[in-house]
Nanobody, 120 residues
Framework: QVQLVESGGGLVQPGGSLRLSCEHSGSRFSILTMGWYRQAPGKQRELVSTITTADSTNYADSVKDRFTISRDNAKNTVYLQMNSLKPEDTAVYYC??????????????WGQGTQVTVSS
């Protein structure tokens, strides 16, 4: 069973940076497509970024050129480096995984979420 544990959230001022981490256990990390989603109060959960097993990345338009996703297969961890943070980035950030060979229509796994608050 895939287990995901996020860390690295917190309170940061506008323009600041945070690095989120998501540590995986319970499966072969190298065959998983990993992603970050976020959910702000009163809004639906939205895609932030994904990274495939081939290190191909995808970003929401709202975070392009500010956020960077990466993975370390040796550490079973995916990261989200967030720079130039804005108040509208405030949300609970969730780590997500699915098996690349099955695709997103198959089983999907979620972490418990980590709060990111951007405020002065």
């Amino acid at each position: 069973q895939v287990q995901l544990v996020e860390s690295g959230g917190g309170l940061v001022q506008p323009g600041g940076s945070l690095r989120l981490s998501c540590e995986h256990s319970g499966s072969r990390f190298s065959i998983l497509t990993m992603g970050w989603y976020r959910q702000a109060p009163g809004k639906q959960r939205e895609l932030v970024s994904t990274i495939t097993t081939a290190d191909s990345t995808n970003y929401a338009d709202s975070v392009k050129d500010r956020f960077t996703i990466s993975r370390d297969n040796a550490k079973n961890t995916v990261y989200l480096q967030m720079n130039s943070l804005k108040p509208e980035d405030t949300a609970v950030y969730y780590c997500n995984a699915f098996y690349t060979n099955i695709g997103p229509s198959g089983p999907r796994y979620w972490g418990q979420g980590t709060q990111v608050t951007v405020s002065s």
